[in-house]
């Protein structure tokens, strides 16, 4: 079964780039890497999904090694609205039956400071 | 869109009492979970479900029931609560197919305590 590890927390300032590593070293094939932000007294929001290489939206780059025992979330410019705390989730795509595994990490609180 | 609506916001009960949260999407979503999350734990899944009429059992659905008798409601049950389910739950749903299939869209969340 896959477990996720990521740090606690971290700071950064206005600007700065910011990267969450996440650690799941047995992770499985069929496995997706999933990153969510959650702000206070609010549901997790998605923000980026990846299977392997790099992934790059409007928000975010996710960066997956060959070997997909970790990934990393990457933030470029971060501004004070991004303090947050930040989830990685590990999850069995393709089994849609009983035994759905949905692994998350207990998440990053990142401060972004002025 | 209202996206994933939850009923209550809040509630309290006392120890033995029961209650249903109710969990409602309109994006026409065929997965939907439940999840407890408590400080320190991360989010843990409780149930879930595939499509309408079918349900399964997460990580921790000791304590809880879960229903999906329409494709666009997921019910939460505690029979007999207990202090140990006091937390925060949440709601969500998902589309099952291509790259979002694992792209959760929650709802706001019940504060939940038990006396």
């Known amino acids: 079964l896959a477990k996720t590890t990521q740090p606690i927390s971290m700071d950064s300032y206005e600007g700065q780039e910011v990267n969450i590593t996440c650690s799941h070293n047995n992770i499985a094939t069929n496995d997706y890497i999933t990153w969510y932000q959650q702000f206070p007294s609010q549901g997790p929001r998605f923000i980026i999904q990846?299977?392997?290489?790099?992934v790059t939206n409007e928000v975010a780059s996710l960066f997956i090694p060959a070997d997909r025992k970790s990934s990393t979330l990457s933030l470029p410019r971060v501004s004070l609205s991004d303090t947050a705390v930040y989830y990685c989730l590990v999850g069995d795509m393709l089994n849609a039956g009983n035994n759905r595994k949905l692994i998350w990490g207990l998440g990053t609180s990142l401060a972004v400071n002025p | 869109n209202a996206g994933v609506t939850q009923t209550p916001k809040f509630r309290v009960l006392k120890t033995g009492q029961s209650m249903t949260l109710l969990c409602a999407q309109d994006?026409?979503?065929?997965?939907m979970y439940w999840y407890r999350q408590d400080p320190g734990m991360g989010l843990r899944l409780i149930h879930y479900?595939?499509?309408?009429?079918?349900?399964a059992k997460g990580e921790v659905p000791d304590g809880y029931n879960v229903s999906r008798l329409k494709k666009q409601n997921f019910l939460l049950g505690l029979e007999s609560a207990a202090p140990s389910q006091t937390s925060v739950y949440f709601c969500?749903?998902?589309?099952?197919?291509?790259?979002?299939?694992?792209?959760?869209?929650f709802g706001p969340g019940t504060r939940l305590t038990v006396l």
């Open positions: 479900s595939v499509g309408e009429g079918t349900t």
């Open positions: 990846g299977y392997k290489t790099k």
């Open positions: 969500a749903s998902s589309p099952m197919t291509g790259g979002s299939y694992n792209e959760q869209f």
């Open positions: 994006m026409n979503h065929e997965y």
